[in-house]
C-alpha cells in the first residue's frame, strides 16, 4: 500500500517521469544486495561481559601495544568509571584511547556490569563505505584496518561509524588522523595472534578465533546457561554482522548498546541514492536537450507566425 | 556610492571615458573614481566599519586555527565530527547557491529570455557560493592540503562525499566557464565570450546534471547515519530528493533576497533594465519557488508517511520541525503564492527571506542540531563562530567586489 501511495505520487508528475525510474531501479538495486557476511574465514572475537571485572588490563594492554600516549590517569584508577563526557555518557574511545571499559549500576545484580568498547570490525564497515579516499580496508583476518598517509580528515567515517568508534587527532595541527582500534593488526593478528588486549585480560573474558566458530561458541553458552545470558548475541546480525561479539546477562539496550541498528548494513541505507546516479547521468541529457529543443521549437513557430 | 551617483557620478559601463579615450584597468578596479575618492568613500560607508570589526577579531582566530590545529578552533568532538563550517559553510551555503543552474536553465534551456536581465546575477550567487563553500571545507578538513586526494591520489567512488568533491569541482569549473562573458565584457577579451556563447548549451545541461546529483548527495551523506539523524529530518529513500528539491527554492529565494539587497545598497551600479524589470522577475522567480515549495512539501509528508513517522509529531522534536515546516516552508509557500496572485513583489521578498531562513534552519537541524538526537546537543565554540562570520564576510567583501565592477547588474556597452 505504502510503495502504491508513493507509485502514484510520482506518477502525479511532481517529480517528473525520469525520477520514477530512478526509484523503480534503485528499488532493485537495493533487492540485489544481500548481505555480505565478511570473509568466510575471518577472525573475531567473543566477549563475555559476564565475566569482566573492570580491571582496565586490557586498555592498559592496548596503549602499550599500539604506542598510544600515556593516559590522564593511570590504569588502575578506578575514578575514570564515574567520568562523564557531555550529555552524561560514559567515556568514549578517544584519540589516546582505542579502548575503554564502561562500568553500568544495573538495579537488582550483584555487581555492577562492566563493558569494553573498541571497534567492533564490522563485516561491511560503515567507515570504509563512506570513506572518499578508500582509506578504509576490510582485511580476510576480518580486520578493519585503514591507511592514515591518504586521511584528508573530512570525518564522515567519525559521522557513518553506527557504533561511534572512530576518533581524531584534532590537537595536531600538521597531522591529524582518523584513531581507532585496527584489532593489532600489524603486529599480531597478520600472524595470527590474538589482539594484545584480548591475550592481557586475567579473567578470560574475550576468545579470540574463527567468527563462525565463535556464533557457534556463543549459542552453546546461551543455551548450556540459559538463566545466565539473556538470549542475544550482539554482533551476530547487527548492521550487517561485525567480527567482536558480545555476550550479556543484561539486556543490551541497558547498558549503552544501540538495539535498534537493525541488520542490514549501513551502506544499504545509501544505496537508493547511488541507484539515482546513473539514471541521473544517462535520462538527464537527452531530457534537458529535448526542452530546449521543444521551447526553441515553439519561439521558431511564433516567428513564422509573425512573419507571416 | 548612491549618494554619489545622485550627486552626477557616473560609473563604468563601457570600455571608453565620456571623453572618448580607454579606461585602465587600473581606473575600472577603481570604479573610474580617483584613488583618494575611492578610499574616502569605502571608509565612510559604516558596514565596512562592521567588516573590519570582524576581520580585526577573525583573522588572527582564522590563522590560528591552522597554526593550532582544529582542536584549539572547535570542541574536538568525537561524536559530532561536523560542526558549523559544514553545518553551514557546505550544507547552507550549496543551496542557497542553486540559483547558477536554475537561472542557466530557465534562461539558456528552455529559452525565457525575459529572465536574462537577472541570469548573471543568479549566476555569480552560484558561483561565489560555491566558491565559498569550498573555502568552508578547507577550513574544516584536517589536511586541506590534502583535498585532491580523493581526485587524484586515492579514490573510493563508491562514497557519497567522492561524487559531492568531483561535482562541486566540476560544477565550479563550469560555472567560472559561464561567467567568462561578464568577464571578457569587463577586461575587454571578446574572443573569450564568443567562446562560451558557443558551449553554454553543454555547460547549462553539465550544470543541471551535476546540481541534482550534488544537491542530492548532501542529503545522502545523512544517509549514513540513519540512527543518529532524528527520524523527521532523516529518510533513507527520499533524503536525496528533499535536498535536491529544497535546493530549488533555496536558491531561487536566495536570488530574490540578494536582488532585493542590491536594489537597495548598489543602486548606483543597477541599470534602467536591471531596475525596472525587477519587480516583474522577482514574481516570475516567486512563482518557481512556489512550486518547489509545494513540491517539496508534499515530499516531506510522504517521507514521514512512508517511514510511519507520524507518532514524533507529538514529542518535542516534533513541535520543533513543525516550527521549521511553518516558518521556512508553508508561510512562505502561502505568501509566494498571494505575492504571485496580487503582482505583490514586496511580499515576495518577504516569503524569500523565510525560505532562506527556513533552508539554513533545515540544513543545521540535519547536520547538527537533530544530529545524535539521542546523545545531546553540541553548542559551537566561539572561535568556531567567529570564524565562520570571518569567512561569509569575505564572501559578502568579494560578492560586492564583483557586483560593484563587472556587468553584473549592468548591460555592458559594446564598441561600436
Ligand atoms: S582486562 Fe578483562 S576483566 Fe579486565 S577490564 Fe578488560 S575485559 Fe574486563
Ligand atoms: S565499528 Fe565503526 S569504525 Fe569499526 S568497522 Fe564498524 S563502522 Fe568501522
Ligand atoms: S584489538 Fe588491539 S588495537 Fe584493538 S583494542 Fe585490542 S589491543 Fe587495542
Known amino acids: ?308 | 556610492m548612491n549618494s554619489l551617483k545622485s550627486q552626477g557620478f557616473a560609473p563604468v559601463v563601457s570600455d571608453l571615458k565620456k571623453d572618448g579615450s580607454e579606461w585602465t584597468v587600473k581606473e575600472k578596479i577603481m570604479l573610474g573614481l580617483s584613488p583618494k575618492e575611492y578610499w574616502a568613500v569605502q571608509l565612510r560607508n559604516p558596514f565596512n566599519w562592521v567588516l573590519w570589526a570582524i576581520y580585526a577579531i577573525g583573522v588572527p582566530i582564522l590563522v590560528g586555527r591552522f597554526i593550532f590545529g582544529l582542536g584549539w578552533v572547535t570542541h574536538s568532538s568525537y561524536d559530532y565530527p561536523w560542526g558549523l563550517f559544514l553545518g553551514w559553510g557546505l550544507f547552507t551555503m550549496v543551496p542557497l547557491s542553486a540559483s547558477g543552474f536554475m537561472m542557466g536553465t530557465t534562461v539558456e534551456l528552455f529559452g525565457r529570455k525575459d529572465f536574462k536581465s537577472i541570469e548573471r546575477l543568479g549566476l555569480l550567487n552560484g558561483l561565489l557560493g560555491y566558491l565559498f563553500a569550498v573555502v568552508f571545507l578547507q577550513v574544516d578538513l584536517g589536511q586541506p592540503w590534502r583535498l585532491i586526494y580523493p581526485m587524484f591520489v586515492s579514490l573510493g567512488p563508491a562514497a557519497v562525499l567522492f561524487l559531492v568533491a568531483w561535482h562541486v569541482a566540476t560544477y565550479l569549473t563550469c560555472q567560472v566557464a559561464e561567467l567568462v562573458p561578464a568577464f571578457s565584457e569587463w577586461m575587454g577579451f571578446p574572443k573569450a565570450k564568443k567562446f562560451i556563447k558557443s558551449i553554454v548549451l553543454g555547460l547549462t545541461i553539465a550544470g543541471i546534471i551535476l546540481s541534482t546529483l550534488h544537491q542530492g548527495a548532501l542529503g545522502a551523506l545523512f544517509t549514513y547515519a540513519p540512527g543518529k539523524v532524528h527520524p523527521l529530518w532523516y529518510s533513507s529513500p527520499f533524503q536525496w530528493l528533499h535536498f535536491f528539491v529544497s535546493a530549488v527554492f533555496a536558491g531561487l529565494s536566495m536570488l530574490i533576497v540578494v536582488s532585493t539587497l542590491t536594489k537597495w545598497f548598489m543602486r548606483w551600479r543597477c541599470d534602467e533594465n536591471y531596475l525596472s524589470n525587477l519587480s516583474k522577475l522577482t514574481l516570475g522567480l516567486a512563482k518557481g519557488a512556489s512550486m518547489a515549495l509545494i513540491t517539496y512539501l508534499v515530499i516531506k509528508i510522504i517521507g514521514i508517511a512512508h517511514d510511519n513517522n507520524w507518532a514524533y509529531l507529538l514529542t518535542g522534536w516534533g513541535a520543533w520541525f513543525m516550527f521549521e515546516m511553518v516558518v521556512g516552508v508553508i508561510l512562505p509557500l502561502i505568501f509566494y503564492t498571494m505575492a504571485v496572485r496580487n503582482s505583490n513583489a514586496s511580499l515576495a521578498r518577504f516569503a524569500a527571506i523565510l525560505a532562506v531562513f527556513g533552508i539554513a534552519l533545515n540544513r543545521l537541524n540535519t547536520a547538527l542540531i537533530a544530529f545524535n538526537w539521542q546523545l545531546y546537543r553540541e553548542i559551537p565554540h566561539w572561535r568556531e563562530l567567529v570564524i565562520v562570520f570571518t569567512v561569509y564576510a569575505t564572501y559578502i567583501v568579494v560578492y560586492r567586489a564583483v557586483l560593484a565592477r563587472m556587468p553584473i547588474l549592468y548591460t555592458w556597452k559594446e564598441k561600436k
Open chain 1, 1 to 308: 500500500m505504502k510503495k502504491l501511495n508513493r507509485r502514484s505520487f510520482l506518477k502525479g508528475g511532481l517529480a517528473g517521469g525520469a525520477a520514477i525510474a530512478a526509484v523503480g531501479t534503485s528499488k532493485q538495486a537495493l533487492a540485489g544486495t544481500h548481505n555480505f557476511g565478511g570473509y568466510p574465514d575471518s577472525m573475531g572475537v567473543l566477549v563475555d561481559l559476564t565475566k569482566c571485572v573492570g580491571c582496565r588490563t586490557c586498555e592498559a594492554a592496548c596503549n602499550k601495544e599500539q604506542n598510544l600516549p600515556e593516559p590522564d590517569k593511570s590504569f588502575d584508577d578506578p575514578s575514570v568509571f564515574e567520568e562523564r563526557r557531555e550529555g552524561g555518557l560514559p567515556r568514549r574511545t578517544t584519540e589516546k584511547a582505542y579502548t575503554v571499559v564502561q562500568k553500568y549500576d544495573v538495579p537488582g545484580r550483584e555487581h555492577p556490569l562492566f563493558r569494553k568498547v573498541q571497534c567492533n570490525h564490522c563485516n561491511e564497515p560503515a567507515c570504509l563505505t563512506s570513506c572518499f579516499v578508500n582509506a578504509y580496508k576490510k582485511t580476510p583476518e576480518g580486520a578493519v584496518i585503514y591507511d592514515k598517509t591518504v586521511c584528508v580528515g573530512c570525518r564522515t567515517c567519525m559521522v557513518a561509524c553506527p557504533f561511534y568508534i572512530p576518533a581524531y587527532s584534532y590537537s595536531s595541527p600538521t597531522n591529524p588522523v582518523i584513531k581507532k582500534c585496527i584489532m593489532c593488526y600489524d603486529t599480531r593478528l597478520k600472524f595470527g595472534r590474538p589482539p594484545a588486549c584480548v591475550e592481557a585480560c586475567p579473567q578470560e573474558v574475550m576468545t579470540f578465533g574463527k567468527r563462525k566458530d565463535l556464533l557457534k561458541l556463543a549459542h552453546q553458552r546461551i543455551s548450556d546457561k540459559p538463566d545466565a545470558y539473556v538470549d542475544h548475541v550482539y554482533g551476530e546480525n547487527e548492521v550487517g554482522g561485525t567480527a567482536w561479539m558480545y555476550l550479556s546477562d543484561v539486556p543490551f539496550d541497558k547498558i549503552g548498546y544501540d538495539t535498534h541498528l537493525g541488520t542490514q548494513p549501513i551502506i544499504s541505507y545509501v544505496k537508493e541514492f547511488l541507484g539515482m546516479v546513473p539514471m541521473v547521468l544517462t535520462i538527464w541529457p537527452a531530457l534537458f536537450t529535448g526542452f530546449h529543443l521543444l521551447s526553441n521549437r515553439k519561439d521558431a513557430a511564433k516567428n513564422e507566425e509573425n512573419k507571416s
